[in-house]
């Protein structure tokens, strides 16, 4: 394995979590469902674009409280 232990298990959880998002799309696409979820960082709108979202404008929880991007796949949407 090149990197530390942390970078190892970052790519294996990425990893995961891209296998099992591609199985729900599966299901969504079937169904001629679209997904929407709220991605708590940037760097998850940019892992979830990957997989076909499109990413929307943020918004805070509260007054000066954390962004959220909320991102939307419709039905099909292939990965970019």
């Known amino acids: 394995m090149i990197g530390n232990g942390s970078q190892c298990a970052s790519a294996t959880a990425n990893d995961a979590s891209a296998l099992l998002l591609d199985h729900h799309h599966a299901a ?4 001629g469902t679209p997904a929407y979820l709220k991605a708590a960082t940037w760097q ?17 929880l509260r007054d000066h409280g954390p962004a959220c991007w909320p991102m939307l796949r419709w039905s099909g949407s292939s990965a970019g």
Request: net charge positive.
């Open 44 to 60: 998850l709108t940019r892992f979830y674009q990957k997989r076909g979202y499109q990413r929307g404008a943020p918004f805070h």
């Open 28 to 31: 969504l696409d079937a169904a």
